[in-house]
């Protein structure tokens, strides 16, 4: 089973901008679209996007569109989440996750093999 790490997360300012980071261990990263989550303290988990096997391909949710871009290395067996335009409501505990739902799914329950999570805060 492919194990996931985030990293990148850190206290930054709004209008700022973040790479985030999730590093995959196993073979079947290359198999399956990954996704990004984030989840804000006493709030449900929120879906951020997914990225494609191939990484030509991407949707988002509406309060990201526009600012957040993700992509993926399969060299590196690694998916990252290019952060612009950071908002004060953006700050959340973000998470990847493997995809097996249908393309254009938001279900959390379409992702596995969560990784333990990263930390943004955005200060205004």
């Known amino acids: 089973q492919v194990q996931l790490v985030e990293s990148g997360g850190r206290l930054v300012q709004a209008g700022g901008s973040l790479r985030l980071s999730c590093a995959a261990s196993?073979?079947?990263?290359?198999?399956?679209?990954m996704g990004w989550f984030r989840q804000a303290p006493g709030k449900a988990r929120e879906f951020v996007c997914v990225i494609s096997m191939s990484g030509r391909a991407s949707y988002y949710a509406d309060s990201v569109k526009d600012r957040f871009t993700g992509s993926r290395d399969k060299a590196k067996n690694t998916a990252y989440l290019q952060m612009n335009s950071l908002k004060p409501e953006d700050t959340a505990t973000y998470y990847c996750a493997v995809f097996y739902g249908s393309w254009g799914s938001r279900l959390e329950d379409d992702f596995a093999s969560w990784g333990q999570g990263t930390q943004v805060t955005v200060s205004s």
């Open positions: 196993g073979d079947t990263f290359s198999y399956y679209p």
